[in-house]
């Protein structure tokens, strides 16, 4: 598998450099990879279908004039920033028919999350739909999304390392719809960090998904592509 271990200077470009990647596999041009990113500046990610006034403390962000985008993936809202070490999978369907299924597909990839965090001496679990957890205190690590085109999935996921957990408490509120392992936590009691630097958990997971060679830049057709998406998809979200 090829590594991308590109982050860039904006959260918009970092957002859309994943949708860039999985349009680029749709067209033959690219296939499968593995990406890394990490942001230096603090922003929140929507899910596709998540709504601000559900999830977001408003008057708080504009107060603090925080940038808020939305993906086009599923799952959670997140906050993002240092600490927060961000992985993303393109994924062909044709060499992993096992993936079809959306439920299946979760347990199969994080079960190699999973493993490589083992690697490291991290004990964890897969919790469904989507989370990464510590055995121990059920505590959670991780979370996942999921975007599918006709030919390959792009799977991406967030593992705190070294996040300020105090700003999730700050800008987010309590979720509507919670997994079950959740039991009421607020966000500071089911939200954790893990153990490791940012290089080892890159290892651990480059170990897992095979990678065999790596690209620190991006190609000049990725480059148009994302100077595109950066024109023409509307991903901040005007508060």
Not at 59 to 74: P, T, Y
């Amino acid at each position: 598998m090829l590594l991308k271990d590109i982050s860039f200077p904006t959260p918009d470009e970092n957002i859309l450099y994943d949708e860039v990647l999985l349009h680029l596999a749709e067209r033959g041009v690219g296939g499968e990879a593995l990406r890394f990113w990490e942001s230096d500046k603090l922003f929140i990610v929507l899910g596709k279908i998540c709504k601000e006034e559900d999830d977001l403390k408003i008057d708080e962000l504009k107060r603090n004039k925080i940038l808020v985008l939305r993906r086009s993936s599923g799952g959670g809202t997140v906050v993002q920033g240092k600490g927060c070490l961000n992985y993303s999978l393109i994924l062909s369907k044709e060499s992993n028919l096992q993936l079809a299924d959306l439920r299946k597909s979760y347990a199969i990839i994080l079960a190699k999350v999973i493993d490589g965090l083992k690697s490291v001496n991290v004990e964890a679990t897969f919790l469904p739909i989507c989370d990464i957890a510590l055995v121990k205190d059920q505590k959670k690590i991780s979370g996942n999304a999921q975007k599918r085109a006709k030919k390959f999935i792009l799977h991406h996921g967030t593992i705190l390392y070294n996040f300020d957990l105090n700003v999730i408490e700050q800008y987010l509120k309590f979720p509507k719809d919670v997994p079950e392992y959740r039991k009421g936590r607020k966000h500071l009691d089911f939200v954790t960090n893990v153990s490791l630097s940012a290089v080892q958990i890159k290892a651990a997971l480059c170990k897992s998904f095979s990678v065999t060679r790596e690209e620190s830049k991006i190609t000049q057709e990725e480059a148009n592509c994302l100077k595109d998406f950066l024109a023409t998809k509307k991903v901040i979200v005007q508060l």
